[in-house]
């Protein structure tokens, strides 16, 4: 959002990734909600405030829970779910009046709240057409069965089930063309990766929000079951180049996050990390390293979420087994992680 695309392509040098005025669609809700509504991409139903009063007397006759969102970036805390008048007033006063998100809460969106399965699809585009399409699920709370605190993700597997023909022709032709085109008649053409946060419920499928770029964890698990040569497709969708089938993914993915017992809230770094030989003898598994840094020769913790290990398999089932084979191989003091990633899908199987 800062607009170093801009800056590049300026200077004819090849880069993946929206210009600032595409990017619009991550950094300002507002915006990506007005483009959505225009173009009738299903999404909840939506108010815009830029005056606190204006809010609270529109949420004295709101049916909760309802959704308060922050216009702008506020590092993935700038949407909140409320279930009262009281916390709805309080979360006004905070974004709007003591501005805990800056200039991000000037504008605030109050938007219906859906129920339903979340899930992700990543769109590889030139701006004009799809050229690849992946998907994921991930688990966004930091204790098993969904409970506790919103972090950054504590896990994920790919692909998603919702994923299925009908509901990805849907997709396609309801929600990730129209958006393209919006953008396009904007003169806001977005290249590269189209990140659709949906949640599919009893009433259809809906957008929940946009993002520039691929996620994390999702990443970690998208990239592995991507049969292509991931270059060649960034390549293809910075040049608008054809590709003649991209292969549809045949293998499974998930990613179990090993975090800093206390994450998000209050956690001790520094850890020594040892991770055993065994981790060598699994096939079809990855670690990724993020919260992690060598110190004196030895692998300590930096941060809260500390790596991410991935199984890969014929199914989430075997995919899953193999990941929580390679937590096995991890140790360090205050390790924490999430039991239960994949396992009510592997259950609905």
């Known amino acids: 959002s800062m ?53 609270i007397k529109y949420l004295k006759s709101s049916k909760f829970p309802t959704v308060i969102k922050a216009d702008g970036l ?48 990543f769109v590889f585009t030139d701006g004009k057409k799809i050229l690849h399409m992946l998907s994921a699920c991930d688990y966004k709370k930091a204790f098993d069965n969904d409970e506790g605190p919103n972090t950054g993700g504590m896990g994920s597997f790919s692909p998603a089930p919702q994923l299925n023909k009908s509901n990805e022709e849907y997709i396609v032709n309801n929600i990730i063309n129209p958006t393209l085109r919006g953008l396009n008649e904007k003169q806001h053409t977005f290249k590269g990766v189209l990140y659709c946060g949906l949640i599919e419920t009893q009433k259809g499928i809906f ?13 970690q698990v998208v990239l592995p079951t991507l049969d292509y040569n991931l270059l060649t497709l960034i390549q293809s969708c910075i040049k608008s180049k054809p590709i003649i089938n991209i292969p549809k993914q045949k293998i499974s993915a998930v990613g179990v996050v090993l975090v800093s017992d206390g994450y998000p809230g209050k956690y001790e770094t520094g850890k020594k990390i040892n991770i055993d030989e065994n981790f060598n003898k699994i096939d079809n598994s990855y670690l990724y390293h993020a919260g992690t840094k ?56």
């Open 207 to 219: 957008v929940i929000e946009f993002n520039c770029r691929l996620g994390d964890p999702e990443t």
């Open 74 to 121: 506020a590092g993935g805390k700038g949407v909140l779910i409320v279930n009262n008048f009281k916390e709805a007033e309080n979360a006004i006063e905070n974004i709007m009046n003591k501005k805990i998100f800056g200039q991000s809460g000037e504008k605030i969106i109050i938007e219906e709240f859906l129920n339903g399965k979340e899930f992700s699809v």
């Open 294 to 349: 060598f110190e004196n020769e030895q692998l300590i913790t930096s941060g809260g979420r500390v790596l991410t290990a991935v199984g890969i398999g014929k199914n989430i089932n075997e995919a899953r087994k193999i990941a929580y084979q390679v937590t096995n191989t991890v140790k360090y003091k205050n390790k924490f992680m999430r039991t239960d990633i994949a396992l009510n899908y592997e259950e609905k199987k």
């Open 3 to 55: 607009g170093i695309v801009d800056l590049f392509e300026k200077n004819n040098l090849n880069i993946f990734g929206p210009t600032k005025k595409a990017s619009k669609i991550e950094s300002s809700k507002t915006f990506a909600k007005n483009l959505m509504k225009k173009y009738q991409i299903p999404t909840a139903n939506f108010s815009v405030f830029s005056n606190s009063k204006n809010a």
